[in-house]
């Protein structure tokens, strides 16, 4: 099973920053999608930001021109930096991967991290 490591959670003042990082195993490579997702209590999972490993990213339209996303191919890392804070940002937020390959073969399906908490005081 793939494991993800997120870090970076934490509480920050409305207007603030906060950059999150996930970590994927080094055995795995040419991995097809990461990205964040996050979920607010009583609401549904959502989007937040994805990337291909091309480097085409996807974005909610309520996190556009305040987050980024990127990722470094090299470590098997996924970041999102996230500025201009706004409570309702606060959320458990979750490293997701979709598609990889480990020796010969290609692996479809989705994985997910344990989760790391943004919370943003007003």
């Known amino acids: 099973q793939v494991q993800l490591v997120e870090s970076g959670g934490g509480l920050v003042q409305a207007g603030g920053s906060l950059r999150l990082s996930c970590a994927a195993p080094k055995n795995i490579f040419n991995i097809h999608i990461m990205g964040w997702y996050r979920q607010a209590p009583g609401k549904q999972r959502e989007l937040v930001a994805t990337?291909?490993?091309?480097?085409?990213?996807n974005y909610a339209d309520s996190v556009k021109g305040r987050f980024t996303v990127s990722r470094d191919n090299a470590q098997n890392t996924v970041a999102l930096q996230m500025n201009s804070l706004k409570p309702e940002d606060t959320a458990v937020y979750y490293c997701?991967?979709?598609?990889?390959?480990?020796?010969?073969?290609?692996?479809?399906?989705?994985?997910w991290g344990q989760g790391t908490q943004v919370t943003v005081s007003s």
């Open positions: 990337i291909k490993r091309s480097g085409n990213t």
């Open positions: 997701n991967l979709e598609g990889y390959s480990s020796g010969d073969a290609y692996y479809t399906g989705d994985y």
